[in-house]
């Protein structure tokens, strides 16, 4: 392909609560759980952030520092299982909100976490296609488990944003393929407030066969094996998930380092493996190559094969501020304010 990412954003917001903090309240061991997780902390976003504010600061920071004027934009898609509205796009709020409008393409995608990765290569398509000059693909999310549910204990907010286009690319797509099945390993009907989950099942027969299968195919498409790579990037559910199947695979710890970012911020669910595909940029070298494996409940993984090129040098990855500023501490609440940001407590006739 010709095509690949022009240039990238991300934004995580800055409250953060601890497991050890949420297992306090409920009575159980949260440090262990968290531990277990290899989640060290969670964002909360604030009561005045959702995904639409997520995905338009990711979006400002990816066109500011790509130099790239909002009118030339020709599709954008916000992938996310936490969209503001049931009826009503989230993707015509980020288009207004950067400049974008009226002249483009815009719907919300929905994959649980890889709406945002399905997004890309819908993008790759149109660009693909010469229909569109720039495409813009972001995965984003506020997701939260119920109270007392293991999901509390990682489900947090995030999202990055990616200019895909066939100009400057400092990020080429030479392959890119998916791997899908029906398997109901997590699900929310209409008008329930928390999701479910089949608890183990999540697993093997979700998570792991399809990553590692999607993963698998890669190589033999791509004639691939793991040390072609100098960075790997996971769905990350939890901080454990991705190191397994990275070493499953073959994967270092090394080529895995910059990709994992949950134990640092939780699950960003659409945006946790775009966020550490950020972070891997943010850090890459002109000539390496990639590889990028989501995964979403339901269930699918979608791959990508990433060569950097030279163009990096000359992308100014300084403006805004780098993935590694938001897998800091950030500003730590205890359960009752982060209940109060989440709309855990409900009023009767609210």
């Given at each position: 392909m010709e095509a690949g990412i022009v240039s990238y954003g991300a934004y995580v917001p800055r409250y953060r609560i601890t497991p050890g903090e949420i297992g306090r309240v409920w009575g159980v061991d949260g440090e262990g759980m968290g531990q277990g997780l290899n989640v060290i902390r969670k964002s909360v976003p604030a009561p005045d952030e959702d995904t639409i504010t997520i995905s338009t600061e990711a979006l400002r920071v990816a066109l500011a520092r790509g130099g790239i004027d909002p009118q030339t934009i020709g599709a954008l898609y916000v992938g996310s299982e936490s969209h503001p509205y049931a009826v009503k796009p989230t993707a015509t709020v980020v288009a207004s909100a950067v400049g974008a409008t009226p002249n483009l393409t815009?719907?919300?995608?929905?994959?649980?976490?890889?709406?945002?990765?399905?997004?890309?290569?819908?993008?790759?398509?149109?660009?693909?296609?010469?229909?569109?000059?720039?495409?813009?693909?972001?995965?984003?999310?506020?997701?939260?488990?119920?109270?007392?549910?293991?999901?509390?204990?990682?489900?947090?907010?995030?999202?990055?944003?990616?200019?895909?286009?066939?100009?400057?690319?400092?990020?080429?797509?030479?392959?890119?393929?998916?791997?899908?099945?029906?398997?109901?390993?997590?699900?929310?009907?209409?008008?329930?407030?928390?999701?479910?989950?089949?608890?183990?099942?999540?697993?093997?027969?979700?998570?792991?066969?399809?990553?590692?299968?999607?993963?698998?195919?890669?190589?033999?498409?791509?004639?691939?094996?793991?040390?072609?790579?100098?960075?790997?990037?996971?769905?990350?559910?939890?901080?454990?998930?991705?190191?397994?199947?990275g070493k499953q695979l073959g994967f270092t710890e090394a080529q895995m380092k910059y990709g994992l970012v949950t134990p640092y911020i939780g699950n960003t669910y659409s945006g946790a493996a775009l966020i550490g595909l950020s972070n891997v940029l943010d850090h890459a070298a002109a000539g390496e190559r990639v590889l990028m494996v989501g995964y979403g409940s339901g269930a699918g993984s979608d791959a990508f094969d990433f060569d950097v090129t030279d163009e990096i040098t000359n992308y100014d990855r300084t403006f805004g501020r780098p993935v590694q500023d938001f897998l800091d501490p950030g500003v730590e609440i205890p359960y009752s304010v982060y209940a109060k940001f989440r709309g855990k407590i409900h009023l009767g006739g609210s």
């Open positions: 815009a719907a919300d995608f929905e994959f649980a976490c890889k709406a945002g990765t399905a997004a890309i290569q819908t993008c790759l398509g149109l660009v693909g296609a010469e229909m569109i000059r720039y495409g813009v693909a972001i995965g984003t999310d506020t997701s939260q488990g119920a109270p007392g549910d293991a999901l509390e204990y990682s489900a947090s907010a995030g999202g990055a944003a990616f200019v895909i286009g066939r100009e400057h690319v400092i990020a080429r797509v030479r392959h890119t393929l998916s791997y899908t099945t029906d398997t109901p390993d997590f699900w929310r009907r209409e008008g329930q407030r928390y999701p479910s989950h089949g608890g183990r099942f999540t697993g093997e027969p979700a998570y792991f066969r399809h990553v590692t299968e999607c993963a698998k195919q890669m190589f033999a498409r791509a004639g691939t094996g793991p040390t072609d790579y100098a960075h790997v990037v996971f769905h990350q559910p939890n901080g454990k998930f991705p190191q397994r199947v």
